[in-house]
Nanobody
Framework: QVQLVESGGGSVQAGGSLRLSCVAS????????MAWFRQTPGKEREGIAA???????SYADSVTGRFTISLDNAKNALYLQMNSLKPEDTAMYYC???????????????????WGQGTQVTVSS
């Protein structure tokens, strides 16, 4: 069972930046996908950025050009650099992982079977 622990959330003003981290344990080997999702009360969880272990990434239109996902295999860590934050980015952010995924489904919630507990991001105007 893979365990995922997020950190780095907080409160920032619009236009600011935050870097989220997710440390994974309990998984060895290659051929995996990891992603960041976010959710606000009353809404479905939204996939915003995903990455395969060999590098390919995928982004939601809402964050393209502002957020960057990256992976440090040596540290078993996933990151999300968030720049030019907007109030609409306010949400609970979740890290997710799965052993192997389909490229065209990397941002689909149903593709993942391991989830972190979430970290809150609040952006004020």
């Amino acid at each position: 069972q893979v365990q995922l622990v997020e950190s780095g959330g907080g409160s920032v003003q619009a236009g600011g930046s935050l870097r989220l981290s997710c440390v994974a344990s309990g998984y060895t080997g290659r051929n995996f996908c990891m992603a960041w999702f976010r959710q606000t009360p009353g809404k479905e969880r939204e996939g915003i950025a995903a990455i395969e272990d060999d590098g390919p990434t995928s982004y939601a239109d809402s964050v393209t050009g502002r957020f960057t996902i990256s992976l440090d295999n040596a540290k078993n860590a996933l990151y999300l650099q968030m720049n030019s934050l907007k109030p609409e980015d306010t949400a609970m952010y979740y890290c997710a992982a799965v052993k192997a995924c389909l490229k065209w489904l990397m941002l689909q919630e149903s593709s993942y079977n391991n989830w972190g507990q979430g970290t809150q991001v609040t952006v004020s105007s």
